[in-house]
Nanobody, 116 residues
Framework: QVQLVESGGGLVHAGGSLSLSCVAS?????MGWYRQAPGKQRELVAT??????NYADSAKGRFTISRDNDQNAVFLQLNSLKPEDTGVYYC??????????????WGQGTQVTVSS
């Protein structure tokens, strides 16, 4: 069982920046961030793996995902934040095992609130 511990988040004015961090208890294949706004479904923000980075259209040009494999950590830099970026941001990890296939893990979530 992979454990994910998130940090960062908080309250910021529109146009501001925040940084999110997530550390996994062991190495995994794919790490990323999802978010869930009040009353909406959880949605992809960005993922990163050995094959590259993937961003939601809403994140392109404003958010940057990076990874430190030595620390089993993933980071999300949020710039030019908008009120619609408000939500709970969840760290996500996926690993492939020969027995069981792809397994998925979630962090506890961290709140990001952007005021207008």
């Amino acid at each position: 069982q992979v454990q994910l511990v998130e940090s960062g988040g908080g309250l910021v004015h529109a146009g501001g920046s925040l940084s999110l961090s997530c550390v996994a208890s062991e190495s995994v294949n794919v790490m990323g961030w999802y978010r869930q706004a009040p009353g909406k479904q959880r949605e992809l923000v960005a993922t990163i793996s050995d094959t590259g980075r993937n961003y939601a259209d809403s994140a392109k040009g404003r958010f940057t995902i990076s990874r430190d494999n030595d620390q089993n950590a993933v980071f999300l830099q949020l710039n030019s934040l908008k009120p619609e970026d408000t939500g709970v941001y969840y760290c996500n990890a996926k690993e492939f095992r020969m027995v069981g296939g792809w397994l998925e893990y979630w962090g506890q979530g961290t709140q990001v609130t952007v005021s207008s």
